[in-house]
């Protein structure tokens, strides 16, 4: 980890790159990537439990917390606790629905999906059938059609 550090405060001493910290962790971007809500999406992304979060969101929105508790085999306070992280960076917001909080991915999901291909092209390629799938479903219909079903 040493060796790490070292070079990655040499390259953004160096100007090569930048980092940030969000929340207890510091991560580290190309100097290219310039906006905040880009730098944010980037920082959440590369954390496994809210990138899995987001994603269920993006498929499932307005989830709850015990939707996202069972789906990813975590606890409702463990979850909770991401929920506020993620609210806090603006990608998330919560609601009150009868007595059900239920969360929504903030923002146009497109640049979530953007970056999660161009930042992450392993894990863009076990997830783009899944996506592929889903902005299928969203773009025809299919989805509401089945919700309103049931």
Known sequence: M??????????????YIK??????????FSMNVTD?????????????????????????????????AIQLGITSPTVSAHMSHLIEMDLVKSFKDGKFVKYVVLGDIKDIVHNLGSSYPSLWARLSDRLANLFLDLSTGYREKEENEL
Not at 19 to 28: D, M
């Open 2 to 15: 040493g060796d790490v550090q070292y070079h990655l405060n040499f390259l953004e001493t160096t100007g």
């Open 36 to 68: 905040l809500r880009h730098e944010i999406i980037l920082a959440a992304l590369h954390q496994e439990t809210l990138r899995e979060i987001i994603l269920y969101l993006i498929e499932y929105p307005e989830a709850t917390q015990g939707n996202i």
């Open 19 to 28: 980092s940030r910290k969000f929340g207890n962790y510091k991560t580290f």
